[in-house]
């Protein structure tokens, strides 16, 4: 459903400039902070006071309010915390999208080369993931961090003492980002098995692409997921709850609980694997030429395989929670891309590529301004 809320689109436009100017800027400032509390403080503000918005709102609130997920104990210290300090029912939001969007520009940091299109892009990325999987978003603050030591400990030379701080570190972050969303446990495997498996090897694009077609037009409709529902019952031993979620495997997995709300039209898919396969082979072409960094690489291959696993799972909620933040990383390859366009030489088929990166604002910048429905309150709304 179209809306055009004036409130809403405006804001989040103003939003979006702030983000574009601090990444214009901030590779040429000696204070890169000032623009990564701006743009905190601004993401915080936009988020914070969003009402009625994101799965669960108002269940949420009352957990916020009345500790009614004492499982996730970080979670409910969290909440105490906040209550303690003054943070009411309708300003939670706001704590809670600080540490994410701080964490996740303090991860933005290491590539200030890339500022100018990273900033932008990277909050298209994940405005939405912050927005829908709330509890999870937070918990994913500590994963940005963790990825940060994860990669510093591979590209610097650190003396014993200082590796074992740093593993110590990586084990507290993970444990942070689980005590507050157990699905963040997946993630934090997923991302750290990729980065030391493919150590800095780029996915060929003859493999990523063809993965993808299947996995979007074939897979996504022609496999019966509810043979996986034995292994997700033995993943709910994993934590109470994931077991919550698994012991409702059918709910997840039959043809009755497919998801209709999530179907893509056959034109939705073509530009999609259009857009995300341009990414794919520019993206792969980029590396290879460039001098490029292990983490570069690794965030590439986090994105390729998230986006490829997630387009299996499309119509199904659970599993989508665990790859959507993995394919959000594609906004640090489109960055790559875009900041080395000017390097390279390009066919006039790769050029045409460049018109498929046009399906990510489209998709994560557009759709999110228009395509809301009656999701564009504020607080002031009500």
């Not at 979006?16 to 601004?42: E, M, T």
């Not at 034995?230 to 495997?249: C, D, Q, V, W």
């Not at 980029?286 to 690794?298: E, G, H, L, N």
Request: with cysteine; glycine share 4%; hydrophobic share 50%.
């Amino acid at each position: 459903m179209y809306t055009f809320d004036i409130d809403y689109i405006l804001i989040n436009m103003l939003m979006f400039l702030f983000f574009v100017y601090a990444g214009r800027n901030i590779d040429k400032s000696k204070h890169p902070w000032q623009y990564i509390w701006l743009c905190s403080i601004v993401f915080t503000i936009v988020l914070g006071c969003r009402y009625m918005r994101g799965n669960d709102y108002l269940r949420f609130q009352m957990t916020f309010m009345y500790d009614q997920d004492k499982t996730e104990v970080l979670f409910t210290f969290i909440n105490r915390f906040l209550r303690w300090v003054g943070v009411t029912k309708y300003t939670f939001l706001c704590a809670y999208s600080l540490p994410f969007i701080l964490c996740g520009l303090y991860f933005c940091k290491r590539y200030v080369s890339l500022s100018k299109f990273l900033y932008p892009a990277f909050l298209l990325a994940f405005i939405f993931f912050d927005e829908y999987c709330i509890r999870q978003a937070l918990g994913f603050s500590f994963i940005f961090i963790y990825m940060v030591v994860l990669f510093n400990m591979d590209e610097e030379e650190c003396k014993l003492r200082a590796k074992i701080r740093n593993f110590l570190l990586l084990i507290v972050c993970a444990l942070a980002a689980v005590s507050i969303h157990s699905v963040n446990a997946l993630n934090v495997v997923f991302i750290t098995a990729i980065f030391i498996v493919l150590r800095g090897k780029c996915i060929p694009w003859f493999i990523s692409i063809p993965s993808f077609l299947v996995s979007s037009f074939v897979l996504s409709n022609s496999i019966d997921w509810s043979l996986f529902q034995n292994s997700l019952s033995y993943l709910g031993n994993f934590s109470e709850k994931f077991y919550i979620y698994t012991t409702r495997a059918n709910s997840f997995f039959s043809s009755d609980a497919f998801q209709n709300d999530y179907t893509r039209s056959v034109g939705g898919k073509i530009l999609e694997c259009f857009g995300h396969c341009s990414l794919f082979y520019l993206g792969c072409k980029t590396i290879k030429k460039i001098p490029s960094p292990k983490s570069i690489v690794a965030l590439y291959n986090i994105y390729v395989i998230g986006s490829i696993i997630d387009m299996c799972f499309w119509n199904y909620e659970l599993l989508r929670r665990v790859f959507d933040p993995m394919l959000a990383f594609w906004c640090f390859s489109i960055a790559f891309v875009l900041e080395n366009a000017s390097k390279l030489k390009y066919t006039t088929q790769e050029k045409f590529m460049f018109l498929g990166l046009l399906y990510f604002p489209y998709e994560m910048g557009f759709k999110y301004l228009v395509e809301r429905g009656q999701m564009t309150l504020f607080l002031w709304d009500m």
